[in-house]
């Protein structure tokens, strides 16, 4: 009973790469084979489970064969009267939930012309004999194990970085947005700014022509008083300059 690699079965896992680390939903992929030296044998898997141990009775049990018949839904097994089996499952949840998993597969290994052989029937929903009365033929049972298998979340530097991708988008759209709220206020802030310069250089400007008129005013009435200048002789202009009528006395 080995585990391959790809669905090609080309390379199977060596003893070496055990355990055998795996994500949830990987395609597990198994074969099982009979060797022998009589051509005629033929091999039947009639239950398959697994379980946290190598020990085939421990508890808890996840079944997903039974009298040759897929009991998983991911189970992909197609049997034909063979030497070799081959058949392809998911890793389900029971491997999340254990920190190694080891498989268990019991199988028959019948001669391929007995008509009254287990292996020929195949797939039965209803429990049957599985060895033949003594003196027909020979159908032996083999436990076959296979593991452990370790489960791994599935490469967290893929979510990891999925999430920090989303995460940094989203910081750089914040930033973005905030960098244009930003640039609103300081647009709208500089407006406010210019026409409070201007309205206080109109004011600046009225308040020096007010007070500009003032000061002549009270400089010709002084120039009056001391008979230097008559009310002709001075005028102010609407804009606040001076025109001077200078006449010579006598």
């Excluded at 992909?76 to 392809?88: D, V």
């Amino acid at each position: 009973m080995d585990l391959y690699r790809t669905q090609k079965y080309h390379t199977p896992y060596s003893r070496y790469d055990y355990p055998i680390t795996v994500n949830l939903q990987d395609q597990l992929f198994i074969q099982i084979a009979v060797k022998s030296n009589q051509s005629n044998l033929v091999v039947f898997i009639d239950t398959c489970k697994a379980t946290p141990s190598s020990d085939p009775y421990s508890v808890p049990q996840y079944i997903f064969m039974r009298r040759g018949c897929g009991l998983d839904t991911t189970l992909k097994y197609s049997y034909s009267i063979s030497s070799e089996q081959r058949f392809s499952i998911q890793a389900f949840s029971f491997i999340e939930e254990h920190p190694v998993v080891h498989f268990h597969c019991e199988v028959l290994a019948c001669h391929r012309n007995t008509g009254s052989s287990r292996c020929l029937q195949g797939c039965s929903r209803n429990r049957g004999r599985r060895d033949e009365e003594p003196g027909s033929e020979s159908t032996q049972v083999y436990e076959l194990y296979s593991g452990p298998i370790k489960f791994q979340k599935r490469s967290n530097g893929k979510l990891d970085k999925q999430a920090e991708g989303e995460t940094n988008t989203a910081t750089i759209a914040a930033v973005a947005s905030a960098g244009g709220v930003c640039l609103l206020v300081a647009i709208a802030l500089a407006v406010v700014v210019i026409k409070v310069k201007k309205r206080f250089k109109g004011a600046l400007a009225d308040r020096n022509k007010v007070y500009a008129m003032e000061q002549f005013s009270k400089y010709v009435k002084e120039e009056n008083d001391n008979g230097g200048f008559s009310q002709n002789d001075a005028e102010v202009n609407e804009s606040g300059e001076q025109n001077i009528d200078i006449t010579a006395s006598a």
